[in-house]
Protein backbone atom coordinates (compact mmCIF):
# COMPACT_ATOMS: atom_id res chain seq x y z
CA UNK A 1 0.00 0.00 0.00
CA UNK A 2 1.20 3.35 -0.44
CA UNK A 3 3.07 4.92 2.26
CA UNK A 4 4.44 8.47 2.96
CA UNK A 5 6.94 9.07 6.00
CA UNK A 6 7.73 12.15 7.90
CA UNK A 7 9.81 12.21 10.82
CA UNK A 8 7.56 11.48 13.85
CA UNK A 9 9.92 13.11 16.31
CA UNK A 10 10.05 16.52 16.61
CA UNK A 11 13.08 18.48 15.36
CA UNK A 12 14.29 20.69 17.87
CA UNK A 13 17.10 23.55 16.49
CA UNK A 14 18.41 26.97 17.50
CA UNK A 15 17.71 30.18 16.08
CA UNK A 16 19.86 30.83 12.73
CA UNK A 17 20.37 27.49 11.79
CA UNK A 18 19.06 25.22 8.97
CA UNK A 19 16.25 22.89 9.92
CA UNK A 20 16.00 19.99 7.11
CA UNK A 21 12.77 17.78 7.19
CA UNK A 22 12.21 15.01 5.01
CA UNK A 23 9.67 13.03 3.77
CA UNK A 24 9.36 9.73 1.78
CA UNK A 25 7.12 7.37 0.23
CA UNK A 26 6.89 3.87 -1.32
CA UNK A 27 4.38 2.61 -3.67
CA UNK A 28 3.75 6.04 -5.20
CA UNK A 29 4.19 7.49 -8.53
CA UNK A 30 3.61 10.98 -7.65
CA UNK A 31 4.03 14.03 -10.13
CA UNK A 32 3.64 16.62 -8.06
CA UNK A 33 4.74 17.22 -3.84
CA UNK A 34 3.49 19.75 -2.16
CA UNK A 35 4.44 21.27 1.65
CA UNK A 36 1.94 22.79 4.27
CA UNK A 37 2.91 24.81 7.42
CA UNK A 38 0.23 23.77 9.96
CA UNK A 39 -0.13 26.39 13.10
CA UNK A 40 -1.70 24.41 16.45
CA UNK A 41 -5.41 25.28 16.41
CA UNK A 42 -5.19 26.12 12.24
CA UNK A 43 -5.56 24.36 9.05
CA UNK A 44 -2.49 23.85 6.94
CA UNK A 45 -1.02 26.70 4.87
CA UNK A 46 0.36 25.72 1.47
CA UNK A 47 3.94 26.64 0.98
CA UNK A 48 5.34 24.59 -1.93
CA UNK A 49 4.94 22.85 -4.45
CA UNK A 50 7.57 20.74 -6.50
CA UNK A 51 6.82 18.71 -9.93
CA UNK A 52 8.47 15.65 -10.83
CA UNK A 53 11.04 16.78 -13.43
CA UNK A 54 12.01 19.83 -10.74
CA UNK A 55 15.13 18.84 -8.57
CA UNK A 56 14.82 21.99 -6.68
CA UNK A 57 12.62 25.08 -5.84
CA UNK A 58 12.72 27.95 -3.78
CA UNK A 59 11.12 30.54 -1.86
CA UNK A 60 12.95 32.65 0.23
CA UNK A 61 13.86 31.46 3.42
CA UNK A 62 12.39 27.81 2.11
CA UNK A 63 14.09 25.38 -0.62
CA UNK A 64 12.67 22.11 -1.47
CA UNK A 65 14.50 19.09 -3.65
CA UNK A 66 12.35 16.26 -4.91
CA UNK A 67 14.20 13.26 -5.47
CA UNK A 68 12.05 10.42 -7.38
CA UNK A 69 14.72 7.71 -7.58
CA UNK A 70 15.29 8.22 -3.47
CA UNK A 71 11.42 8.75 -3.20
CA UNK A 72 12.13 11.28 -0.87
CA UNK A 73 11.85 14.75 -0.65
CA UNK A 74 13.77 17.50 1.54
CA UNK A 75 12.69 20.72 2.89
CA UNK A 76 15.11 23.57 3.94
CA UNK A 77 14.64 26.09 6.19
CA UNK A 78 17.25 28.38 6.81
CA UNK A 79 18.44 31.36 9.11
CA UNK A 80 15.65 29.54 10.87
CA UNK A 81 13.24 31.88 13.75
CA UNK A 82 11.51 31.49 16.24
CA UNK A 83 8.24 32.83 13.99
CA UNK A 84 9.16 29.27 12.36
CA UNK A 85 7.96 26.96 15.03
CA UNK A 86 4.95 24.86 13.71
CA UNK A 87 4.23 21.44 11.99
CA UNK A 88 5.34 20.47 8.48
CA UNK A 89 3.28 18.13 6.51
CA UNK A 90 4.07 17.31 2.95
CA UNK A 91 1.56 15.66 -0.11
CA UNK A 92 1.74 13.59 -2.62
CA UNK A 93 0.07 14.27 -6.06
CA UNK A 94 -0.70 12.69 -9.29
CA UNK A 95 -1.19 14.49 -12.70
CA UNK A 96 -4.44 12.00 -13.60
CA UNK A 97 -7.47 14.45 -14.71
CA UNK A 98 -9.40 12.33 -11.85
CA UNK A 99 -6.44 12.82 -8.75
CA UNK A 100 -8.05 16.05 -7.94
CA UNK A 101 -9.27 16.04 -4.06
CA UNK A 102 -6.60 12.87 -3.45
CA UNK A 103 -3.62 14.57 -2.22
CA UNK A 104 -1.95 12.06 0.18
CA UNK A 105 -0.46 13.83 3.24
CA UNK A 106 2.21 12.91 5.71
CA UNK A 107 1.95 13.36 9.29
CA UNK A 108 4.12 15.95 9.46
CA UNK A 109 6.96 17.18 11.54
CA UNK A 110 7.12 19.41 14.61
CA UNK A 111 9.63 22.09 14.32
CA UNK A 112 10.82 24.13 17.26
CA UNK A 113 13.02 26.86 16.96
CA UNK A 114 14.07 28.29 20.01
CA UNK A 115 16.01 32.06 20.10
CA UNK B 1 -10.36 38.45 2.62
CA UNK B 2 -12.47 35.41 3.95
CA UNK B 3 -11.05 32.16 2.01
CA UNK B 4 -12.18 28.97 3.88
CA UNK B 5 -14.78 29.37 7.10
CA UNK B 6 -15.55 26.69 8.97
CA UNK B 7 -18.35 26.45 11.44
CA UNK B 8 -18.80 25.62 14.46
CA UNK B 9 -15.08 25.32 15.96
CA UNK B 10 -15.77 23.08 18.26
CA UNK B 11 -18.50 20.38 18.85
CA UNK B 12 -19.76 17.98 21.49
CA UNK B 13 -21.75 15.40 20.56
CA UNK B 14 -23.37 11.88 22.72
CA UNK B 15 -23.34 8.56 20.55
CA UNK B 16 -25.99 8.57 18.10
CA UNK B 17 -26.64 12.07 17.35
CA UNK B 18 -26.85 13.45 13.63
CA UNK B 19 -24.79 16.96 12.56
CA UNK B 20 -23.99 19.22 10.02
CA UNK B 21 -20.59 20.85 10.01
CA UNK B 22 -20.24 23.81 7.61
CA UNK B 23 -18.10 24.98 4.99
CA UNK B 24 -18.08 27.96 2.84
CA UNK B 25 -15.89 29.09 0.18
CA UNK B 26 -15.69 32.74 -1.28
CA UNK B 27 -12.75 32.55 -4.06
CA UNK B 28 -15.08 30.45 -6.38
CA UNK B 29 -12.75 27.51 -6.62
CA UNK B 30 -14.95 24.56 -7.53
CA UNK B 31 -13.39 21.93 -6.07
CA UNK B 32 -13.91 21.66 -2.21
CA UNK B 33 -12.86 18.65 -0.32
CA UNK B 34 -13.30 17.40 3.67
CA UNK B 35 -10.24 16.08 5.55
CA UNK B 36 -10.21 14.32 8.79
CA UNK B 37 -7.19 14.59 11.07
CA UNK B 38 -6.04 12.34 13.73
CA UNK B 39 -2.67 12.23 15.69
CA UNK B 40 0.12 10.41 14.30
CA UNK B 41 -1.78 10.30 10.80
CA UNK B 42 -2.02 12.43 7.69
CA UNK B 43 -4.98 14.03 6.57
CA UNK B 44 -7.70 11.70 5.35
CA UNK B 45 -9.95 12.63 2.52
CA UNK B 46 -13.72 11.99 3.41
CA UNK B 47 -15.53 13.29 0.52
CA UNK B 48 -14.67 15.84 -2.11
CA UNK B 49 -16.48 17.77 -4.98
CA UNK B 50 -15.79 18.72 -8.30
CA UNK B 51 -18.00 20.88 -8.79
CA UNK B 52 -22.03 21.80 -8.00
CA UNK B 53 -24.27 18.59 -7.45
CA UNK B 54 -21.34 16.49 -8.37
CA UNK B 55 -19.41 14.41 -5.29
CA UNK B 56 -17.66 11.59 -4.89
CA UNK B 57 -16.28 9.28 -1.68
CA UNK B 58 -12.85 9.71 -0.83
CA UNK B 59 -10.51 7.30 1.54
CA UNK B 60 -12.66 7.41 4.82
CA UNK B 61 -16.42 8.11 3.53
CA UNK B 62 -18.51 6.07 5.95
CA UNK B 63 -20.78 7.63 8.04
CA UNK B 64 -20.27 10.99 6.55
CA UNK B 65 -22.71 12.38 3.53
CA UNK B 66 -22.02 15.84 1.55
CA UNK B 67 -24.01 17.86 -0.89
CA UNK B 68 -23.04 20.72 -2.96
CA UNK B 69 -25.84 22.62 -3.98
CA UNK B 70 -23.83 25.56 -4.57
CA UNK B 71 -20.16 26.37 -5.45
CA UNK B 72 -19.58 27.96 -2.02
CA UNK B 73 -20.77 25.84 0.61
CA UNK B 74 -20.00 22.32 1.02
CA UNK B 75 -21.96 20.64 4.19
CA UNK B 76 -20.47 17.18 5.78
CA UNK B 77 -23.58 15.39 7.77
CA UNK B 78 -22.60 13.17 10.38
CA UNK B 79 -25.85 10.81 10.12
CA UNK B 80 -24.69 8.58 13.52
CA UNK B 81 -22.05 10.19 15.54
CA UNK B 82 -19.65 7.09 17.12
CA UNK B 83 -16.71 7.60 18.71
CA UNK B 84 -14.53 6.77 16.36
CA UNK B 85 -15.18 9.68 14.69
CA UNK B 86 -14.02 12.13 17.19
CA UNK B 87 -11.52 14.06 15.08
CA UNK B 88 -10.87 17.79 13.82
CA UNK B 89 -12.11 17.98 10.25
CA UNK B 90 -11.14 20.46 7.78
CA UNK B 91 -12.57 21.48 4.81
CA UNK B 92 -10.32 22.86 1.69
CA UNK B 93 -10.76 24.10 -1.68
CA UNK B 94 -9.36 24.52 -4.97
CA UNK B 95 -9.11 25.96 -7.88
CA UNK B 96 -7.22 23.25 -9.76
CA UNK B 97 -8.31 19.64 -10.65
CA UNK B 98 -5.03 17.43 -9.68
CA UNK B 99 -1.98 17.79 -7.67
CA UNK B 100 -0.52 20.68 -9.50
CA UNK B 101 -2.92 23.06 -7.39
CA UNK B 102 -2.69 23.67 -3.61
CA UNK B 103 -5.09 23.53 -0.88
CA UNK B 104 -7.07 26.71 0.99
CA UNK B 105 -7.88 25.12 3.89
CA UNK B 106 -10.25 26.12 6.89
CA UNK B 107 -9.24 26.26 10.05
CA UNK B 108 -11.33 22.99 11.30
CA UNK B 109 -13.68 21.80 13.56
CA UNK B 110 -12.82 19.71 16.68
CA UNK B 111 -15.37 17.16 17.04
CA UNK B 112 -15.40 15.15 20.32
CA UNK B 113 -18.07 12.05 20.12
CA UNK B 114 -19.22 11.02 24.02
Known amino acids: SQKIEQNSEALNIQEGKTATLTCNYTNYSPAYLQWYRQDPGRGPVFLLL?????KEKRKERLKVTFDTTLKQSLFHITASQPADSATYLC??????????????FGAGTQVVVTP | NAGVTQTPKFQVLKTGQSMTLQCAQD?????MSWYRQDPGMGLRLIHYSVGAGITDQGEVPNGYNVSRSTTEDFPLRLLSAAPSQTSVYFC?????????????FGNGTRLTVT
Open chain 1, 91 to 104: ALGRRATDSWGKLQ
Open chain 1, 50 to 54: IRENE
Open chain 2, 92 to 104: ASSSGRDGNSPLH
Open chain 2, 27 to 31: MNHEY
